[in-house]
């Protein structure tokens, strides 16, 4: 059974930092991209961020460019998201997802952000 | 970014009846090498999203015959032929051809 099971969300303040770690089980992890997609509360589903099964390519939305890194740990099964400066209005619930058709999504990790 | 529009975004549906949901793409999302990477995801109130269908057409497994879904180029459409009460939720496409991946903006069935 696929499992992926977030970790690392909180309350920050703005401007400040926070990593989100996906554990990651039940398949060849080192074979699938995997992404970050999050949803603010009572909003939709954005797309965040993906990378390449073995680390070497990564892609991010316009907004998080710059602020968000996403990096993957293959002997480890864990799928990574640094996020820094961050703003309000990256308050969501941030799901850690398998592969490019996003075929299996975790439980989430609320991110909020505020003062 | 290709923009997905869906309609509508709400759907008060009774039990037992049909259901359809359209979404419709900027861009002809037919990939290079064939394929149309339009997929359908349910969330339950309360839950994480959970993909039903793949490349348009394709039922992922565990998801009942009653949901199917059709299209082509840019035009897609979502049916559910007898919706039960667990088929309550936001329904969201999602097109993996062109990156960034994009959204459509959600439909809420509910059951009238």
């Known amino acids: 059974e696929v499992q992926l099971v977030e970790s690392g969300g909180g309350l920050v303040q703005p401007g400040g930092s926070l990593r989100l770690s996906c554990a990651a089980s039940g398949f060849t992890f080192s074979s699938d991209w995997m992404h970050w997609v999050r949803q603010a509360p009572g909003e939709g589903l954005v797309w965040v961020s993906r990378v390449k099964s073995d680390g070497s390519s990564t892609y991010y939305a316009d907004s998080v460019k710059g602020r968000f890194t996403i990096s993957r740990d293959n002997a480890k099964n864990t799928l990574y998201l640094q996020m820094n400066s961050l703003r309000a209005d990256d308050t969501a619930v941030y799901y850690c997802?398998?592969?490019?058709?996003?075929?299996?999504w975790g439980q989430g990790t609320l991110v909020t952000v505020s003062s | 970014d290709v923009v997905m529009t869906q309609s509508p975004l709400s759907l008060p549906v009774t039990l037992g009846q049909p259901a359809s949901i359209s979404c419709r793409s900027s861009q002809s999302l037919v990939y290079s090498d064939g394929n149309t990477y339009l997929n359908w995801f349910q969330q339950r109130p309360g839950q994480s999203p959970r993909r039903l269908i793949y490349k348009v057409s394709n039922r992922d497994s565990g998801v009942p015959d009653r949901f199917s879904g059709s299209g082509s180029d840019t035009d897609f459409t979502l049916k559910i032929s007898r919706v039960e009460a667990e088929d309550v939720g936001v329904y969201y496409c999602m097109q993996a051809t062109h990156w960034p991946g994009t959204f459509g903006q959600g439909t809420k069935v509910e059951i009238k």
């Open positions: 997802v398998r592969d490019n058709l996003l075929r299996d």
